[in-house]
């Protein structure tokens, strides 16, 4: 079946430095990616919504500047965390959806960030 | 480790009658439970969550959600589907050290 890779899996930084976060979809092209962010005791919050070859659509409350999403590739969506602060510190996931929009949506593994 | 199955990848239904997606997991002990949906073209929605209690679970837009230890299964339900239903449906498990662990998805076409 296909696979998201996403990596790494934990990642601890100190604050003030950049966390880049990778999304690859092993075994199909993904034309769309989702990056989402758990609040601690709440569900999974839609961030930013990126398509290939175009710029990502963020979800209204979620800084553009800190958190750069690239999908410059069919395979691959990066989310860079710039400038982290302990308040970041939180569980992202990342999922990809096969080529058309009717196609099966496959999620990463998640990364566990932990800003010191 | 563990895991989370749904075994209807696809699942039509008619407009005005009932629903029931199937979920089972696995997992050593009783994990929290949840369902999302995924509409086209928009990221996850939380339609309802299973920490502990009662073992039926209300939640948003009409479903509901029952859990059975013995079954080791987290089904939901609509009683009266609305061709708006019509999506992408995932369940999830969150795990000891909040791993979260998702279902392969089911989705749902609506006939009217």
């Known amino acids: 079946g296909a696979v998201v890779s996403q990596h790494p899996s934990r990642v601890i930084c100190k604050s003030g430095t950049s966390v880049k976060i990778e999304c690859r979809s092993l075994?199909?092209?993904?034309?769309?990616m989702f990056w989402y962010r758990q609040f601690p005791k709440k569900s999974l919050m839609l961030m930013a919504t990126?398509?290939?070859?175009?710029?990502?659509?963020?979800e209204q409350g979620v800084e553009k500047d800190k958190f750069l999403i690239n999908h410059a590739s069919l395979t691959l969506s990066t989310l860079t965390v710039t400038s982290a602060h302990p308040e970041d510190s939180s569980f992202y996931i990342c999922?990809?959806?096969?080529?058309?929009?009717?196609?099966?949506?496959?999620f990463g593994n998640g990364t566990r960030l932990t800003v010191t | 480790a563990q895991s989370v199955t749904q075994p209807d990848i696809h699942i039509t239904v008619s407009e005005g009658a009932s629903l029931e997606l199937r979920c089972n997991y696995s997992?050593?002990?009783?994990?929290?439970l949840f369902w999302y949906v995924q509409s086209p073209g928009q990221g996850l929605q939380l339609l309802l969550k299973?920490?502990?209690?009662?073992?039926l679970v209300q939640g948003i837009k009409g479903f509901e959600a029952e859990f059975k230890r013995s079954q080791s299964s987290f089904n939901l339900r609509k009683p009266s589907v609305h061709w708006s239903d019509a999506a992408e449906y995932f369940c999830?498990?969150?795990?000891?050290?909040?791993?979260?662990?998702f279902g392969g998805g089911t989705r749902v076409l609506v006939k009217p």
């Open positions: 999922s990809a959806r096969e080529g058309f929009a009717g196609s099966p949506l496959h």
């Open positions: 299973y920490f502990s209690g009662d073992t």
């Open positions: 990126s398509n290939e070859g175009s710029k990502a659509t963020y």
């Open positions: 999830m498990i969150k795990a000891a050290g909040n791993k979260l662990t």
């Open positions: 075994d199909f092209q993904a034309t769309t």
């Open positions: 997992y050593g002990a009783t994990p929290y």
